[in-house]
């Protein structure tokens, strides 16, 4: 089992950043990748980015690539995503997922394991 807590998220204007903070306890060891996904309400979840825990390699939507910078720190287990130059269409819950399983992976059924979620809303 893998245990993932989100935190830093919030409300700021459009253009502002904020940063985003997951913490992986359990069974870290065996992590192939961690990511954030996120969910904008009435819509489906989202790939946002990620890394892949043994050497940082970092992959990104379409949407989020140049503005948002997914990074982990595996002495402390965790990982984050720099969010700059924020829209009012980035609003949305944010999650923090993990996958044990190496291989390609892209949507949301290709995570493990998830944390609750964190609210970002950017405003106009």
């Known amino acids: 089992q893998v245990q993932l807590v989100e935190s830093g998220g919030g409300l700021v204007q459009a253009g502002g950043s904020l940063r985003l903070s997951c913490a992986a306890s359990?069974?870290?060891?065996?992590?192939?990748?961690m990511a954030w996904l996120r969910q904008a309400q009435g819509k489906g979840r989202e790939f946002v980015g990620s890394?892949?825990?043994?050497?940082?390699?970092?992959y990104y939507g379409d949407s989020v690539k140049g503005r948002f910078t997914v990074s982990r720190d595996n002495a402390r287990n965790t990982m984050a995503l720099q969010m700059n130059s924020l829209k009012p269409e980035d609003t949305a819950v944010y999650y923090c997922?993990?996958?044990?399983?190496?291989?390609?992976?892209?949507?949301?059924?290709?995570?493990?394991?998830w944390g609750v979620g964190t609210q970002v809303t950017v405003s106009p």
């Open positions: 359990g069974r870290t060891g065996t992590l192939y990748a």
């Open positions: 997922a993990a996958r044990l399983r190496p291989g390609t992976y892209s949507g949301a059924s290709d995570f493990d394991y």
């Open positions: 890394t892949l825990w043994s050497d940082g390699t970092t």
